[in-house]
């Protein structure tokens, strides 16, 4: 498995916990964006047939939440087959904690 990857059934449960506490979750915890390192979206970009990337918003039993990222093909077409080196990403950092501390967007 890459770096920074999650299985599929990791994902489903994160997203569906974010289908169904997501808007309780952003009025109580004030989640205003996502850190993603560069080197992370470059290895993502790198899959074979990759055109752009698409994220999904998760959150897991420990109630933090996760920007799941997933290559996506020219047709449009999310690219998750981890035997085909087809990753779900998970190495973004939620904000606060890792927000911008500078003009013109900073986000208290």
Known sequence: MAK???TLQTAQEWAARWKKEGANYLAENQLKAFLIPGDD???VMAEEGVVNVRSYLGIDENNEPHLMIV?????GNDMIDSEKGWYIYDFSEPCPNT??????????
Do not use: L, S
């Open 71 to 75: 290559g996506v093909d020219a047709e």
């Open 99 to 108: 927000c911008n501390q500078k003009a013109p967007f900073i986000i208290q």
């Open 41 to 43: 979206v470059t290895q």
């Open 4 to 6: 920074d990857t999650i």
